[in-house]
């Protein structure tokens, strides 16, 4: 159909007797047939892709409602066993990175030998030896956030507490003596 509508339109620009007679010999080789059967394979193809989405939209439901959801609901709840190994990954991280960081720091500070010139040294509000001397103390930081995160792994209970009610036994009703 497209074709024939750009076969047109070159007909008429290229015509020099001007469009009518190029319009009715196209309109005469113009069958209904077959652009009833081309629009009917179309909607028969629309149709078996409907169906297809159809049958996948049971396994993509999920997805979708994940996408839908709000971005602190997609996440997945961890279980106790894996925020526990979490809290200890971290904490087990962040201790070493911290105890690098000290040493580092310390060598450092040690190693260093500043010099500056007097007129410098004058305009800085403080002094600058003392400062460089305990600058290791920086990566006490992470050391003292990687012992908070191995103690919170300690604090996080595997099942869950049960209401203590629950585990009463059952309540009796009191006997009724039988009237005679």
Known sequence: MIGKAVALSEAIARSDRGPLPKIKEMVRN????????????????????????????????????????PWWHIREKKTAERRREDQRVKGTISFFSGIGVTITL????SALVLKLPPDVIAKIPFEIEPLIRVAWTVGLIPIFAGVGHLTASLFIKSAPEQDLRSQLPPRQEPLTPLAN
């Open 106 to 109: 310390y060598s450092l500070a």
């Open 30 to 69: 113009f069958k209904i047939e077959q652009v009833t059967d081309e629009i009917s394979g179309a909607l028969d193809k629309m149709n078996e892709e409907i169906v297809r989405s159809s049958a996948d939209d049971e396994r993509t439901k999920a997805k979708l409602k994940k996408r839908d959801a």
